[in-house]
């Protein structure tokens, strides 16, 4: 690809052999693009970092500071206020708009809305929370891949791209760095954190004294700037284009919405759902495993590199310099791991005749996470959300097709992840 040597692994085999087998040998990542290096800080995030001391403080921090159980437990309130905000959206859209709504647009809304209070520790309103947003949809346009990433020859032709990069950077920090010092200055007046609108613990508090092994100072602002980016971009549009698929699938198998709704009604009669119902929820679960399935949230995991010279994959040398892809759509759709793998079908997991540990530890069926040492560090967050968000709006709603949308179309295009071809408009009745 250019000057650059590209390695597509399409094999549910060789993909458990790169990150379960040889996980040492494949566990760090090639060298990023000029644009990326300057957006991650040279490479001071969690996805982004290469093996070494630098990571595993990264990652440590993120996976026990925020997004172990317990520290998820704190955040209930947060998603379920950011759940109740969406709910009255939609049925406020559907009422100015005879039944129909827009559903990645409301979903996504939601979703950010819980990453901003986990993040930052304070509740904000619509506006602020469509400016942060619009800012990291910018810097998501901004790191897609250019012409002369890939043949750097042609870049005395890219002078503009790379000034609206550094210029896009600087709009970023000025956008994030207020919510940081305003966090900073609710930690230095502990009275303030007594508001309800500010939460007692955030992801920021975790990075302000962050201890790096081999370093000794801790993370600058410019860091800090990326890693909360990281945390919002990183769990916002993989959840929300989850949820769009779900209720497309809803709308195209009405008896999968009814047997969805049947099962929430008979774990939780008339109150709302709480986090505690949905592991009890066996068919939702059966459902959500069947989406991750059938609709990963990206064509390819992210990049692996070898991390060091002599490594081998299914025989092959692979040089320390070289991409590692690994492309997901032909294990999913793989007709030797899984019977009718066109078919949308959450009985394969609900009635036992199939199954996929999701972690790939035990065989590489399906990889909507990751596998491996590199596995996305959000995964228990990520199930979470999705599988309470669907479970709030199939008993919130009877969702149907619009009629400018009948029959479904399944056809899907790449955004920042595999989106609908066509944003989903569905058409909503309130439940009684």
């Not at 779900?246 to 047997?259: C, H």
């Not at 609900?350 to 199954?355: A, L, N, V």
Request: charged content about 25%; aromatic content about 8%; hydrophobic content about 40%.
């Amino acid at each position: 690809m250019g000057a650059r040597t590209l390695i597509i692994v399409s094999s549910a085999d060789l993909m458990h052999e790169a990150l379960i087998e040889k996980s040492q040998t494949f566990v760090t990542r090639p060298a990023e693009t000029p644009t990326r290096t300057v957006f991650s800080s040279n490479k001071f995030t969690v996805n982004s970092a290469v093996y070494g001391p630098v990571w595993r403080s990264l990652r440590r921090n993120m996976v026990q500071g925020m997004l172990s159980t317990s520290r998820l437990r704190e955040f209930r309130i947060v998603r379920e206020s950011a759940m109740d905000r969406v709910v009255n959206r939609i049925r406020n859209e559907a009422g100015s708009n005879d039944g129909a709504v827009w559903v990645l647009k409301n979903v996504r809304f939601a979703v950010f809305c819980i990453l901003l209070s986990m993040c930052f520790g304070v509740e904000m309103d619509e506006v602020t929370v469509e400016r942060m947003d619009e800012m990291m949809k910018k810097v998501l346009i901004t790191l897609n891949p250019r012409l002369d990433d890939y043949l750097p020859m042609f870049s005395p032709f890219f002078t503009k791209a790379r000034k609206r990069a550094m210029e896009v950077r600087e709009e970023q920090i000025r956008t994030v760095l207020p919510f940081i010092e305003k966090r900073r200055s609710f930690l230095r007046n502990p009275d303030l954190i007594k508001s309800k609108t500010v939460s007692p613990f955030s992801y920021l508090d975790t990075l302000f004294d962050l201890k790096i092994e081999g370093r000794k100072s801790a993370p600058s602002i410019s860091e800090l700037v990326t890693l909360c980016s990281e945390f919002l971009n990183g769990g916002t549009d993989t959840t929300a284009t989850a949820i769009e698929w779900a209720i497309a699938r809803l709308i195209e198998n009405p008896k999968i919405q009814v047997q969805l709704y049947d099962e929430i009604k008979s774990t939780v009669g008339d109150r709302k759902v709480e986090e505690k119902d949905v592991d009890n929820m066996e068919y939702l679960n059966a459902f959500v495993k069947e989406l991750l399935r059938k609709h990963p949230p990206t064509y390819f995991s992210l990049t692996h590199a070898a991390i060091e010279p002599g490594a081998k994959l299914g025989g092959y040398d692979i040089p320390t310099d070289a991409n590692l892809d690994l492309y997901l759509p032909p294990v999913s759709d793989n007709p030797t791991l899984w019977t009718n793998p066109e078919i949308f079908d959450p009985d394969r997991f609900f009635m036992g005749r199939e199954d996929a540990d999701i972690t790939g530890v035990k065989g590489v069926k399906m990889l909507p996470f990751g596998v491996g040492r590199r596995i996305c560090p959000g995964l228990g967050m990520a199930m979470l959300h999705i599988n309470m968000l669907v479970a709030r709006m199939v008993q919130e709603f009877e969702w149907s097709a619009c009629p400018t949308q009948s029959p479904m179309d399944f056809s899907e295009k790449f955004e920042f992840t595999v989106v609908m071809n066509n944003t989903l408009q569905a058409v909503i009745k309130e439940r009684t």
